[in-house]
T-cell receptor, first 113, second 112 residues
Framework: NAGVTQTPKFQVLKTGQSMTLQCAQD?????MYWYRQDPGMGLRLIYY???????DKGEVPNGYNVSRLNKREFSLRLESAAPSQTSVYFC????????????FGPGTRLTVL | AQSVSQHNHHVILSEAASLELGCNYS??????LFWYVQYPGQHLQLLLK??????LVKGIKGFEAEFIKSKFSFNLRKPSVQWSDTAEYFC??????????FGTGTRLQVFP
């Protein structure tokens, strides 16, 4: 099992450009998550999908959209990137409700100039 | 609002020193508690977790944590740290049925 995979690993964008971060998991997990990690702020939840076909906003959803393409894949889209979105983005998944252990991907380091 | 606090932002230790990292949460219901570790340049990995039962939980690499309900705490401990323990440590607990709330993290540096 590859676990949780993310692409790309690194990306540099100019302000106003758009891009999609891809996430996939092969553990047959129901729930998937997108976090951003910034120095001194820990991990903050952007969006999550409790199950296939549903998505919900987290703590910091502004400027982002998500798509739960199928049970395996959960993408994060920046429509018009801003320097404030410079961060490391982590995708995570977990198997079912009641057990909150999450498994994380390797992260995408995004720089917006 | 539910929250989790990590009081130590940056800890510097010499090898063989003992470690204790503080974590407090504000939530009155049933808790599941987690410690995750992030080694430099890597993703978060589960270090240990508490769901129920014995409040002293043992994790990987010699780490342990004690859940003290009366103090709303879940502190992480290790009797003797190694250089390879240099990492960032995050405490987390559920912020709803399907969500985790993470603390701001503690950066641990261990010098040989």
């Amino acid at each position: 099992n590859a676990g949780v995979t993310q692409t790309p690993k690194f990306q540099v964008l100019k302000t106003g450009q758009s891009m999609t971060l891809q996430c996939a998991q092969d553990m047959n997990h129901n729930s998937m998550y997108w976090y951003r990690q910034d120095p001194g702020m820990g991990l903050r939840l952007i969006y999550y999908s409790a199950s296939e076909g549903t998505t919900d906003k987290g703590e910091v959803p502004n400027g982002y959209n998500v798509s739960r393409l199928n049970k395996r894949e959960f993408s994060l889209r920046l429509e018009s990137a801003a320097p404030s979105q410079t961060s490391v983005y982590f995708c995570a998944s977990k198997v079912l409700a009641g057990n909150n252990e999450q498994f994380f991907g390797p992260g995408t380091r995004l720089t917006v100039l | 609002a539910q929250s989790v606090s990590q009081h130590n932002h940056h800890v510097i230790l010499s090898e063989a020193a003992s470690l204790e990292l503080g974590c407090n949460y504000s939530y009155g219901g049933t808790v599941n508690l987690f410690w995750y570790v992030q080694y430099p340049g890597q993703h978060l990995q589960l270090l240990l977790k508490y769901f129920s039962g014995d409040p002293l939980v043992k994790g990987i690499k010699g780490f342990e944590a004690e859940f003290i309900k009366s103090k709303f705490s879940f502190n992480l401990r290790k009797p003797s740290v190694q250089w390879s323990d240099t990492a960032e440590y995050f405490c987390a607990f559920p912020g709803g049925t399907d969500k985790l709330i993470f603390g701001t993290g503690t950066r641990l540096q261990v010098f040989p």
